[in-house]
């Protein structure tokens, strides 16, 4: 039959700046935003909420939409589209999605940044480790990649936190993560405090040199879960290179 005259026109979407989207000057190819690293899932959620919603939910899985969705919650008004939301909600996607499915959508990221064994340490781990930390999948291939490849610290991190004193605590802390009979996060993190306090400094004088040595940058997760996903070996190797 006839639609229904009230859902005759489907709501317009505009760009941030209130115009209407225009394939010339917007991301409005799939492909734009599989490129941009949004999930489809969050794409699909974020496209649902502009012209239909459930009460207050932003947030919401594909079976809760089809679950939900009732024609009388259209709103046939102009939509205003919001990167920043939709960023919002692919963080949430993120984190709601099985490691071992965003590996497989990382990977050929990763290809791009020259990276092609993520066997050791296996990608799904590294990225259950870092996942909170980003917003879209090209993001979140950056955080993996000094587990395969120390990255270049800057000159501003360098600066800041590297000097020779720093170098030679390296190595002293070296001998003692060689010493460890267990290699796990809790072994690792019982070292620090020891440690601190033989040397008379405080635990950054510590953790953001080790960064720096072992990953190459200053931004990563809490450094003992680090290094226990690193490995013994590839941790020392770092830090005597």
């Known amino acids: 039959g006839a639609p229904l005259p009230q ?6 979407i505009l760009n941030e700046s209130g115009a209407k989207m225009s394939k010339r000057r917007d991301a409005v190819s799939v492909v734009d935003y599989d490129r941009q690293g949004i999930l489809p899932q969050a794409l699909l959620n974020y496209l649902a909420r502009l012209g239909w919603s ?7 899985s594909m079976a809760q939409f ?13 939509s205003r589209f919001n990167q920043e939301k939709l960023l919002w909600l692919n963080t949430q996607h993120i984190k709601a999605t099985a490691d071992a499915e965003l590996a497989a959508l990382v990977t050929p990221r990763l290809a791009v940044r020259d990276i092609h064994n993520t066997a050791q340490p296996p990608l799904a781990d590294v990225i259950n480790l870092v996942k909170d930390r980003a917003q879209e999948l090209n993001q979140l ?11 270049t610290p800057t000159a501003e991190e360098m600066a ?16 003692r ?9 809790a072994a690792i993190h019982d070292l620090f405090q020891p440690f601190c306090a033989d040397e008379g400094i405080k635990m950054g004088q510590l953790g953001m040199p080790l960064r720096l040595c ?9 450094i003992d ?15 005597r290179a």
């Not at 020779?164 to 605590?169: H, I, Y």
């Not at 993560?177 to 996060?185: A, H, K, P, Q, V």
């Not at 072992?214 to 809490?222: A, D, L, Q, R």
């Not at 879960?225 to 830090?239: D, Q, S, Y």
């Open 54 to 60: 459930h009460g207050d939910d932003e947030y919401f």
């Open 66 to 78: 089809v679950q939900w969705f009732d024609l009388n919650d259209v709103n046939p008004s102009a």
């Open 214 to 222: 072992v990953c190459g940058t200053s931004k990563t997760p809490s």
């Open 160 to 175: 800041k936190h590297w000097s020779d004193e720093a170098a030679a605590r390296m190595l002293r802390f070296a001998e």
């Open 177 to 185: 993560l060689e010493g460890l009979s267990e290699w796990n996060t």
């Open 141 to 151: 291939a950056d955080e993996c990649v000094y587990f395969y490849r120390k990255a």
């Open 7 to 12: 859902y005759a026109h489907l709501p317009m």
């Open 225 to 239: 879960a680090v290094l226990a996903l690193l490995g013994k070996e590839t941790v020392l190797h770092r830090i």
